[in-house]
């Protein structure tokens, strides 16, 4: 399984963010909604990193952004609560 970073712009409308969220949770195993920042998820999926941006893309409008990149086994730091460093190395 691996584990995705998932990062977006969304220049349209508050209605947007819903239909999104339910996409991103429906790929795969979220930490608390793993939204850790107002725009970014950590993902842990069987789908690919296209299959997920795919996904995404269908409930996004043509002049939003999204990045997608599988983490999985990187080196990586930062300051976040301790339950999601467990999750996140699990």
């Not at 299959?51 to 409008?61: F, I, L, P, R, W």
């Not at 939003?64 to 999601?84: H, L, T, Y």
Request: aromatic fraction near 12%; proline fraction near 3%; glycine fraction near 6%.
């Amino acid at each position: 399984m691996a584990t995705l970073l998932i990062t977006y712009n969304l220049n349209g409308g508050d209605d947007e963010y819903k239909d999104l969220f339910k996409v991103i949770e429906s790929c795969g195993e979220t930490w608390h909604n793993a939204r850790i920042l107002d725009s970014v998820w950590f993902l842990k999926t069987a789908k690919t990193v296209a299959q997920v941006s795919d996904a995404m893309g269908e409930v996004m409008k043509a002049n939003d952004d999204r990045f997608v990149v599988d983490i999985s086994g990187q080196p990586r730091q930062g300051w976040m609560p301790k339950p999601f460093w467990e999750w996140l190395n699990k």
